[in-house]
């Protein structure tokens, strides 16, 4: 950038304030800018294609070496992480580009037996504390009330991404094409009417759900609910979605073997020496990575 125009804008009483720093006062002060700070390998002028007059510059600094206060907004640990810089107060305009840098978002759909606060949805929050925002809902018992709950869900949050384990990924599968977001698959069950037929009669939920109600009946009725969902689970198949669909298997699972299933529809699928239901440590070691890359990927 020249040390003129530079001076230009910099000179500007609205412009470096917004910035944090002061309006420069003399050409020489532009000057010494240009050779202490704009001078390396990390920061470009921004040129007017059609004129190549220079209009800002545009860089970045790796973490530490910021000369301003930076926050972390994302995910540090894979290295892909946003610096968004210090909020200056009266400056409407810079908050609401500090609003769009928001922490990534993902819902979690849990099994048919479980809650918002079983094991995986646990563990999957405690991982991403302070990075990333996971919601882990409740879902409604019946399968049509549970893709209406899930769909406005998406609707309203807005998540990245979907991870589902079990009867959460079968929903998950359902819900991502049409609403365009990627989903992490954990041992789905594509066949959940004959997993219940065996389980006709009154049962318990294995984690506390928020409304209190611990006891549930599987009848008849809830399993035609669930084949006649699954007659339709792959029409909003998407082949643009072969590789934002990803399965994760555990190799120990004794409850759902679909990834042949899985693999007719899908390209990317994983194993994890688990069983069905992953344990804290296991959702850490194998959900937590693939979660983390989906992110960075789709």
Not at 104 to 114: D, E, R, T, V
Not at 151 to 162: A, I
Not at 226 to 246: G, H, K, M, S
């Amino acid at each position: 950038m020249e040390t003129d125009t530079l001076f230009k804008y910099a000179s500007d009483p609205d412009v470096g304030p917004r910035a944090g720093w002061p309006p420069h006062k003399s050409v020489e002060e532009s000057l010494e800018i240009i050779r202490t700070i704009f001078r390396n390998d990390h920061t470009w002028a921004i040129e007017l294609k059609q004129t190549g007059e220079s209009i800002g510059c545009i860089g970045y600094y790796l973490y530490g070496e910021s000369n301003i206060t930076i926050g972390e907004c994302g995910f540090r640990d894979t290295g892909a992480f946003n610096l968004c810089s210090h909020l200056y107060l009266g400056d409407d305009r810079l908050v609401k580009i500090m609003r769009l840098n928001r922490f990534p978002k993902i819902l979690f759909l849990h099994g048919f037996y479980a809650s918002g606060q079983c094991v995986p949805a646990v563990a999957l929050r405690e991982a991403f504390a302070g990075r990333t925002e996971v919601l882990t809902p409740d879902l409604p018992m019946h399968p049509h009330e549970a893709m209406e709950f899930i769909s406005d869900l998406t609707d309203r949050e807005k998540p990245d991404l979907l991870i589902g384990n079990s009867c959460g990924a079968f929903y998950a599968q359902m819900i991502a094409p049409v609403k365009s977001i990627p989903a992490l698959l954990g041992n789905p069950h594509f066949q959940m009417s004959e997993f219940l037929m065996q389980r006709i009669g009154q049962h318990e939920y294995k984690s506390p759900r928020k409304d209190g109600k611990q006891s549930f009946v599987i009848d008849e009725a809830l399993v035609k609910e669930f084949a006649a969902l699954e007659a339709t689970q792959f029409d909003n198949w998407n082949p643009q979605f072969r590789d934002r669909v990803w399965g994760l298997f555990g190799e120990q699972d004794s409850l759902a073997h679909f990834e042949p299933l899985f693999l007719k529809h899908y390209n990317r699928s994983f194993h994890f020496p688990g069983g069905h239901t992953p344990t804290a440590d296991e959702v850490r070691t194998w959900y937590v990575p693939l979660a983390e890359k989906m992110l960075i990927e789709q």
